[in-house]
């Protein structure tokens, strides 16, 4: 098996052809955050991106993307922002670890979203988490049909609470693929609001995430298109999605809504609508993503297996990036995992994030 190294605006249209036909060999590759257009993305304003390319017999057959940094630290491309982390690899391809790590110039590679069929990978997993997903087929009426068919006991609560809606603020409309610029700005204008508000990290506020976003909306490829739904009361957005979908995988990235509305649970209906709108497109299944959440247990039909963990060889800057990072996701592997230490790490991180929004000043505050 020959490894070449790519920078990922070096991948010929040959290249990208091998890649997206592994992909549609295996139902486990399908995933959106695997394509060619989620490295090459990521690679326009991240400096580290490559992609590694195995070859048979001269033909490309396997590809890896990844981040390096100098000191020769590997990890999955996009890692804290992808759902989704493999080497795709066309059926019966096998490759050795060590190998692998050697010809990217690696001496660790860390994942925390691996897909379960990952076999050389296995002996560096140190732990694997459920990632719920939604298995969809279009319905055979409009969506209070289908919503009452696939999820019978959120039904009623949820129309009652469309029509109230509706009432209130104005005639309900859902559109799948929004094209509007503006609106996915209003989107992430919303997550960033939430972030604060929760504690978390505001992914938003880092510019290279914005741009990146904004770059995979405007990518309409076959194997890979940017697609922002939007729930309107009349011509007001309440809620919006915006995630890559493959020809068959719809990713669930960032979802939010405008806070002044959360009674109506404008969250629970976003979800809802957009499965039922990937159906009516042709998506086969939703992916919810790793983490446990409240509404992915309402919705899901079933769970993949994903794994982190970093595989390494023997070097000085691996054992001293794994000793340094294997605590950290340990402690918060546990306090995920225990409903007992999550509930009041949520409420901490809230207050945290309610103390920060009262220091901001106050032009700087949610409206």
């Not at 390319?53 to 999955?76: I, K, S, T």
């Not at 990217?104 to 732990?127: K, N, R, W, Y």
């Not at 076959?222 to 007001?236: K, M, N, P, Q």
């Not at 020809?247 to 404008?266: G, I, K, N, R």
């Amino acid at each position: 098996m020959q490894i070449t190294v790519h920078r990922p605006g070096e991948l010929t249209q040959s290249l990208r052809r091998a890649w997206h036909h592994a992909m549609d060999e295996s139902p486990e590759y399908a995933n959106p955050f695997l394509a060619p257009e989620f490295a090459i993305g990521v690679g326009r304003y991240r400096g580290g991106v490559r992609v590694a390319v195995l070859l048979d017999a001269g033909e490309p057959v396997g590809f890896l993307p990844y981040e390096r940094n100098a000191l020769g630290v590997g990890r999955a491309v996009g890692l804290g922002l992808s759902d989704c982390q493999a080497l795709v690899h066309r059926p019966g391809v096998t490759w050795d670890a060590q190998e692998l790590l050697s010809a990217c110039g690696l001496s660790i590679f860390e994942f925390d979203h691996l897909v379960a069929e990952q076999q050389p990978f296995a002996g560096h997993v140190t732990g694997t988490f459920a990632s719920p997903v939604i298995d969809v087929k279009p319905g055979d009426g409009g969506y209070p049909d289908w919503l009452r068919a696939t999820y019978p006991g959120l039904a009623k609560t949820t129309l009652k609470k469309e029509r109230r809606l509706g009432r209130d603020i104005g005639e309900l409309r859902f559109a799948f693929d929004e094209r509007d610029p503006a609106v996915l700005r209003t989107l992430m204008r919303w997550k960033s609001a939430q972030y604060r508000r929760t504690g978390r990290m505001d992914r938003f506020a880092r510019p290279w995430i914005v741009d990146l976003v904004d770059h995979l909306f405007h990518t309409r490829e076959e194997h890979f298109t940017g697609v922002l739904s939007v729930l309107y009361a009349g011509d007001r957005p309440v809620a919006a999605h915006f995630g890559p979908r493959s020809s068959t995988v719809l990713a669930a990235w960032f979802t939010a809504y405008d806070p002044e509305l959360h009674y109506y649970s404008p969250g629970l209906m976003m979800h809802l609508r957009t499965a039922e709108g990937a159906a009516g497109a042709g998506v086969t299944l939703v992916d919810l993503g790793r983490g446990d959440k409240e509404y992915k247990d309402w919705l899901k039909t079933r769970e993949l297996r994903v794994g982190e963990g970093f595989a390494a060889r023997a070097h000085l800057v691996a054992a001293a990036h794994r000793m340094w990072r294997r605590p950290v996701r340990g402690l918060r592997n546990t306090v995920l995992a225990h409903p007992r230490l999550r509930e009041p790490a949520d409420r901490l991180l809230k207050t945290v994030g309610t103390m920060r929004a009262s220091r901001r000043p106050e032009g700087m505050r949610e409206k």
